[in-house]
């Protein structure tokens, strides 16, 4: 009787640890891989909002070489600073949208892909599902 008590316990053991491990790998312990260099360089969000940025320097630029003639140094020197502090608001308002729409289109993604975490390709050394491409599609 007592041989058959420890069977049975270890019978529900078993099973309690398998129901247990069972619910790990639910989709909520699927993991997402983002490759955040291959965004930045491949989607075409991206690469209008970087062209924007470019073409705000060169205008800066322009006008700072069209005002040097008429202006004395110091003058100049205080317009080069306005002109890059400018250009940094810019480019940090540019960058915002970027971090804000790959945020947006990871998020989506996950959701859509039912993935419990997403993490940077260069932190990974193997494993998970590459969400790249997704994020790029999305983010257009």
């Known amino acids: 009787m007592r041989h058959n008590k420890t069977i049975i316990f270890a019978v529900a053991a078993i099973l309690m640890v398998a129901l247990l491990l069972g619910g790990c790998s639910s989709s909520a312990g699927n993991v997402g891989i983002l490759d955040v260099n291959k965004v930045m360089s491949d989607s ?18 322009d006008q700072l070489d069209k005002d040097k003639a008429n202006l004395s140094a110091e003058e100049f020197q205080k317009k080069q600073e306005t002109a890059y502090n400018d250009f940094l608001k810019i480019k940090q308002d540019l960058e915002s949208q970027v971090d804000a729409s790959i945020k947006q289109s ?11 975490v997403v993490l940077y390709k260069n932190s990974v050394a193997q494993g998970g599902t ?3 491409d997704d994020v790029i599609k999305r983010m257009q």
Do not use: F, R, Y
């Not at 990871?106 to 419990?116: R, W």
């Open 44 to 61: 075409p969000k991206v690469k209008a909002l970087q062209d924007q940025l470019n073409a705000k320097a060169k205008e800066l630029s």
């Open 106 to 116: 990871v998020e989506a993604v996950a959701k859509e892909k039912k993935l419990g």
């Open 130 to 132: 590459d969400i790249t």
